[in-house]
């Protein structure tokens, strides 16, 4: 699994979503099962071959980055 930011073009320094997944096609398919609309946003990878904190394959999803 790898790690993902997705991020508006213009506000790349604000993380709208983080993502755990197989492939840039996995973080599609996660996004939309949330309902999130990924039209106008950059998905970039962040991290390749992610583990949790027991070195674990981690599942895959999809995170609201922003804190409410």
């Not at 213009?10 to 599609?28: F, P």
């Amino acid at each position: 699994m790898n790690s993902y930011h997705i991020f508006e073009e213009k506000e790349s320094s604000t993380i709208l979503y983080l993502a755990i997944a197989r492939d840039e096609k996995q973080v599609r398919e996660l996004a939309l099962e949330a309902e999130i609309n990924l039209n106008g946003l950059t998905i970039e990878i962040v991290n390749k071959n992610v583990k949790d904190q027991l070195s674990r394959k981690c599942d895959p999803g999809i995170f609201d980055s922003i804190v409410h």
